[in-house]
Structures are given as structure tokens and as C-alpha cells.
């Protein structure tokens, strides 16, 4: 126990030295002797509650919309269930890839490593830990979910503020989102997103509610009928829809290396899932119960509500948060391009925007490719969120702890609630195979058939996806001359 709590202050020794060598290069001397100065009350975040503010908001974005489409997939009672049990598995791998960072920061610490100016990331971790091999999976899933989940990103906002304004279809609107998210290279690092955080958490919360109010003001449809689940195909794409939903973690090892105390994450995302339940289960159950099977056809909930100022409001919301999540989401890309090219460690933020531009180019590109709003997450969900932070975390976890020695040396030992190696080896095993079989194979199958199917129906490249058609022109009746 004494060597885990050395470790422990070893790192947030390091750890306030690296940021404090930071604050004196980038503050004045006014700023240095202000404990609270405007700057870093907005700026500068690394407390326990910054890293729950931007697990909370990130972990539920556009998402959010897509969720009562998922529930005319499962049907209420498996929607409900797939959510609080995908809930609870994404907290429990994000506790396990805390675990391993802290592992790898305390063995570098001994080694006396010196991180200023450098973000571990993920694929460092599984490298320092595990060697090359594990670096190259890790990396490759990161990079590509990372990139996927920021064209989602751009799609939900073209497919947003088309439901304020139709005059422009949604291509012409993801042109001109991505310029404007273009501009997230200006923030250095996880640090610089504390206010953004605080209010991205305020957008959704604000969306969540208005869905559900909206819902049941609105009341049932004429007519509605709930008869999920009825195709296997829809029943897996839908369930690996909230497999994605609680898949947001794979930028925890950046957010956790932007704390004070890393070591004090360990339970943030948990607690962070609990909110979110309180956000997506009555937003979500109450836009299926007033609109039903009419929801299949609509992936995004905005598509039934009734057009007034609340849902224009929760729209405009849910673009600047959708920009503070593309952010999220680019920046661990920022971060891996900058090592690559060399620049990482250079101070310019106007340097290293300029280098990072090339990153976003590709994201702008899939975007227009993939318009699919709703279908696209779950094929992300079960191709690449499945891997990335469900099975590499928990085989990288057992992997890492197999030999008895590391295990009698481990910076954390198993938590209170499950004291026992034995009993964390068969949670893990059995997420690797349920996820596996149920979310990579199932999923897999079901998600890639019905993206597929989309491909068929809009085409590539579709000018605007699932917009309202306008009717049909009805030819005037022939006038006959007698």
C-alpha cells in the first residue's frame, strides 16, 4: 500500500511541476500571483470535477438525437435494459484503462521520465506496458474511431440546422460546419476545454429535457404503433447504437493525463454514466412512446418534434456542443499528427494549429461521402468502438497483470467493491466475449446490412439524407373543346 501512495504522489509531484513550468511560460506575473484570475478559471482546468465535465459531455452528443431511433429498433423494455447494461460495461473499462495509465506513468516515473510538454496517449500506454504489436492495435483503432466519430460529429450538425433552415441541403451545410470546426486546432489540449465542458453538459442536459417535455406535451401520434423488436437486423443495428453511445472513452487517457491528480479518476466516468442516464433513458423512452415505428424512417428526433422556439433553441444547443465534441474527439488526432511530423513539443499555438489543419481535411471528406446520420454510429459502434474501448482494455488489463509479480506490484490494486484478481479476470473475459460475439459479430452483421442498405437507397455522395421530399406536381386535367 506505501508504494502505491509514493506512486501516487510521485506522479502528482511530476505532474504539478510539468503544469507549473507551463503556467510561468504562458501567464504574466499579474496571472502568477492571481489564484483565481479570469484566465485560468476559464482556461486552465485539471480539477476532478473539470475531468467529470468532460467525460459527461462528451460521452452524449449528437447521439442523444439517434437514441429514440434505436429504441424503434429494440423496443422500449430491451432499449432500457441495452443502455443501463452498456452504461455500466463502458464505466468499467474506463476504470481499467485509469488503472493501466497509472501503471505506465508510475513505471516511467521511476524511470524518471519527464512528460513536460508531452501527452501520454493510449497507444503509449499499451506500447510502454505491453510492447510494439499491442501499440500498432491500439493506435490504429484509436486513430480510426477517433476520425470517425469527428465525422459524426460533422454530420449531426448538417443534419441539425437543416431543421431550422431548408434553404441550403445538408452537403452545402457540412461544407460550411467543417471550416468552422476546422478551428478546434486553435486549443492546445484537454486543458483549454474547461468552460466548454461546463457548458456542452448544460446543451444536452437542456436537449435531453426538451425531448421529453416536448414528447409527452406533443402526446401520441394518430395512430402510433410500437412493434419493436421485429427484424433481427434492426434489433442488433439499434443495439449497437448504445454500444457507441457508451463508447465515448476513448479519450480518457488524454483527459485524465490534463488532471492535477491522474490518479484520482478512477470512478469520474461512472459517476459521469449516472448522469448521462438521467439525460438518455427519459429522453429517449418518451420521444418513442409519442412517435413509435414512425421513428424508423427519422433518425434524428428533431425530424418529429414540433417546429417552435424550444426545439430551435435545443437545436442551435446541440451545434455548439456537436462543434465542443469535434473538438474532443480531433484533439488525441491533433496530438498523434504533431508526433508524427515532429512538432509536438513546439510552444506556437498558431505553429501547431498550421500543422494540424491537414487532419481535418480527411474528416470533411467522410463526411460528405457518409451522410448517414444514424445508421453510420452503429457501424462505428460495432466495427471500431467494440475493440477500441471494450476488448483491447480489458485483454490489455489481463495481459498486463497475468504474472503474479506484477500483480504483487501493481500501482492499483482490484477496488473495494471486487477484491479479488480472480473476480476481475472473469468480468473481463466475459466483456471480451459478449462483446465479441454480441456487439462485433451481431452488430457487425446487423449495422454494415442496414449501412449498406442506405448506400442503395441515397447513394454516396447524397445531397441531402432523409429530407423531406416535396410532393408530387400534379399535372392540371386536360380541357376537352366541344
Not at 438518455?280 to 415505428?293: E, I, Q, R
Amino acid at each position: 500500500m506505501l508504494s502505491q501512495k509514493q506512486a501516487e504522489e510521485a506522479i502528482v509531484s511530476s505532474y504539478n511541476e510539468t503544469e507549473n513550468d507551463g503556467s510561468r511560460e504562458v501567464a504574466n506575473s499579474k496571472e502568477d500571483q492571481t489564484m483565481f484570475s479570469v484566465k485560468n478559471f476559464l482556461w486552465h482546468g485539471g480539477s476532478v470535477y473539470d475531468a467529470w465535465f468532460s467525460c459527461a459531455s462528451n460521452q452524449v452528443a449528437q447521439v442523444l438525437l439517434t437514441l429514440p431511433y434505436s429504441f424503434s429498433q429494440l423496443g422500449m423494455l430491451s432499449g432500457i435494459i441495452f443502455q443501463l447494461f452498456y452504461g455500466i460495461m463502458g464505466s468499467w473499462t474506463a476504470y481499467l484503462i485509469s488503472v493501466l495509465y497509472i501503471e505506465y506513468r508510475t513505471r516511467k516515473e521511476k524511470e524518471n521520465a519527464n512528460f513536460k510538454n508531452h501527452v501520454i496517449q493510449w497507444f503509449e500506454v499499451l506500447d510502454g506496458l505491453l510492447g510494439t504489436y499491442w501499440k500498432a492495435i491500439g493506435l490504429a483503432f484509436n486513430c480510426i474511431f477517433l476520425l470517425f466519430g469527428s465525422v459524426i460529429q460533422l454530420i449531426a450538425c448538417a443534419s441539425n440546422i437543416y431543421y431550422i433552415n431548408d434553404q441550403l441541403d445538408k452537403r452545402t451545410w457540412t461544407y460550411i460546419f467543417g471550416a468552422c470546426c476546422a478551428t478546434t486546432v486553435f486549443i492546445p489540449s484537454f486543458h483549454n476545454y474547461r468552460i466548454w465542458s461546463f457548458l456542452g453538459l448544460g446543451m444536452t442536459t437542456y436537449t435531453a429535457w426538451y425531448m421529453t417535455i416536448a414528447a409527452f406535451v406533443h402526446g401520441q401520434a394518430d395512430g402510433v404503433t410500437h412493434s419493436a423488436p421485429h427484424k433481427l437486423v434492426l434489433y442488433f443495428t439499434g443495439a449497437t447504437n448504445i454500444l457507441y453511445t457508451f463508447g465515448g472513452h476513448a479519450v480518457t487517457v488524454e483527459i485524465m493525463h490534463a488532471m492535477w491528480k491522474p490518479q484520482k479518476f478512477k470512478y469520474i466516468y461512472l459517476i459521469a454514466t449516472l448522469y448521462v442516464f438521467t439525460l438518455t433513458l427519459p429522453s429517449a423512452s418518451a420521444v418513442y412512446w409519442a412517435f413509435g415505428d414512425e421513428l424508423l424512417n427519422h433518425s434524428n428526433a428533431f425530424a418529429l418534434l414540433p417546429k417552435n422556439g424550444f426545439r430551435d433553441a435545443a437545436v442551435i444547443l446541440m451545434l455548439i456542443h456537436q462543434f465542443i465534441t469535434f473538438g474532443f474527439a480531433c484533439t488525441p488526432l491533433y496530438f498523434v499528427w504533431e508526433k508524427v511530423i515532429g512538432m509536438h513539443d513546439t510552444k506556437s499555438i498558431c505553429l501547431r494549429a498550421l500543422a494540424r489543419l491537414p487532419v481535418v481535411v480527411p474528416i470533411w471528406f467522410l463526411a460528405i461521402i457518409f451522410p448517414f446520420f444514424g445508421p453510420i454510429n452503429s457501424a462505428v459502434g460495432a466495427l471500431l468502438v467494440s475493440f477500441t474501448v471494450y476488448i483491447i482494455p480489458a485483454l490489455a488489463h489481463m495481459l498486463t497483470y497475468r504474472k503474479a509479480s506484477a500483480r504483487q506490484n501493481a500501482a492499483e490494486k482490484p477496488p473495494f467493491f471486487l477484491p479479488s484478481w480472480t473476480a476481475m479476470y472473469a468480468i473481463n473475459t466475459f466483456i471480451v466475449v459478449w462483446v465479441l460475439v454480441v456487439g462485433f459479430g451481431f452488430g457487425g452483421w446487423a449495422s454494415v446490412t442496414n449501412f449498406v442498405r442506405q448506400v442503395d437507397t441515397f447513394g454516396l455522395f447524397a445531397k441531402c439524407y432523409q429530407c423531406a421530399k416535396p410532393p408530387p406536381l400534379v399535372a392540371p386535367a386536360p380541357v376537352h373543346h366541344h
